[in-house]
Every structure is written in C-alpha cells, then in structure tokens.
C-alpha cells in the first residue's frame, strides 16, 4: 500500500501527483477540476485504450469513471484513512475511436463509512455520452502499522 496522507491532497495538481507512475498515469487520465461535491477528469483516446476490435475498450472508460469518482472521495479523507471501491456499475451507451473523453462525477451520498458517486463520461468535443457509471466508496480506518 502506498503511504500517502490523502488528508492533504485536496486540488488537482496534488491529486496528479501522486498519480504517477501508477495504473492511472499509464491510462492517460488527468483530474482537471475538483471541489467538495464533484470532480472532473480527462483521457486522451490511444490506441493502447483500444480492444481487439477496434472499439474504446470497455475497461478503459470504467477506468476513467472509477478513477474520477475515487478522487471525489479523496477529497473527504480525513488523516488516517484511505478508501476502496466496493461496488460499481456501468452503463456503455456509445463509443469513440478517437478524441477525449471527460468524466464528470457527483457525490450522491457521503456517510460516515460510504460515499456513493455518480458519474458521466463523455466525449470532451460533443458532449455526446459514452458512459453512465455509479459507485460505492468504503471509508477504511488505517491503524500506525498499516499508515
């Protein structure tokens, strides 16, 4: 687990910092806006997003979705503590080949130990929508051992 004090992370720059060198550097995707009850991310469309037959690869944009929403509840983490995706859906209602995809995500519920997340992800260029996605966040407790 990596030892980061979530508590001080609270603007995006901070938040694509420690994004580096990890599965969501490698995806391309950046949190261009964040605020107590929403972020909004960015992903540029490569090849490497790309599943065998030629579509935006369903993980991906789940990818993007998830991400969007974990950086959501990390705005809300509290010293000694950390988070997990509990549970998720999504709904692919289009596809692109090409361009960028922005996801926006909203806190639809923020409870002591769940916050639930909705977010849109769409094409950056039309709007048009790609995907829709939900999510449960777990608040986790880390004891001395575990931070």
Known sequence: MKNVDYSNISNFNKMNSISENTFVSHLGIKVTKISKNKCEAKMKISSKLMAPNGFLHGGAVTSLADTTCGFGTMYHLQEKETFATV???INFISTLKKGTLKCESSLVHKGKTLHVWDAKVVDEKTSKIIALFRCTQIM????????
């Not at 986790?140 to 931070?147: F, G, Q």
Request: aromatic share 0%; glycine share 0%.
């Open 87 to 89: 549970e998720l859906k």
């Open 140 to 147: 986790i407790k880390l004891n001395n051992k575990e931070k």
